[in-house]
């Protein structure tokens, strides 16, 4: 029996698999990249760490969602970039914009409700322009402003351009919706 492809070509039935692939055999292949999660893992304990320091010198402005959602951020942005989802980038057209999105919308979201009181900077806290610096950048209007800028700028015809030509503009395009959330 012949069966015909979109251009009318004839296709030998002989030819196709005994019984039809999985729809997530493609996915066998593929693993998780070990210097994303690595670095991820680390900024994890890190972070932990520093929020122990800090909710141990001062309790009340130390609650227990802050770890949660920055611990889903850090999820989410693994997801994006160190999970087998990764793969099909460069395949799926959707796959690639829920990787935007999951940078852009929920990972910086969470990361930044997680981190306003900074547990990485720990030995800082007590220096007052450390302090006025953290207060300006975690702003939710200066955070909106460059969210939208961002995105703006990036969807200029030659800079857009720049991100699909060049492994490394793609790379810049990225960290800049991920750091200008």
């Known amino acids: 029996m012949l069966l015909r492809t979109l251009r009318s070509e004839p296709i030998n039935r002989k030819r196709l698999p005994a019984r039809p692939l999985s729809p997530h055999a493609h996915l066998l292949g593929h693993t998780w990249s070990l210097p994303v999660t690595s670095a991820l893992v680390l900024a994890a304990v890190i972070y932990l760490r520093g929020w122990v320091r800090v909710r141990s010198a001062y309790p009340s402005t130390a609650p227990v969602w802050r770890p949660v959602t920055f611990l889903g951020g850090l999820l989410a942005l693994w997801i994006a970039v160190g999970s087998p989802l990764r793969s099909l980038d460069e395949e799926m057209l959707v796959v690639h914009m829920v990787k935007h999105l999951l940078v852009m919308a929920v990972a910086a979201p969470l990361l930044l409700l997680g981190a306003s009181h900074l547990p990485l900077a720990y030995p800082f806290f007590h220096w007052p322009p450390v302090a006025r610096l953290t207060r300006a950048l975690t ?10 800028l961002v995105v703006m700028v990036w969807h200029v015809p030659a800079v857009f351009e720049l991100g699909m030509r060049s492994h490394w503009g793609h790379l810049l395009q990225f960290t800049c919706f991920f750091v200008g959330r």
């Open 139 to 148: 702003h939710p209007v200066l955070c909106w402003l460059s969210a939208t």
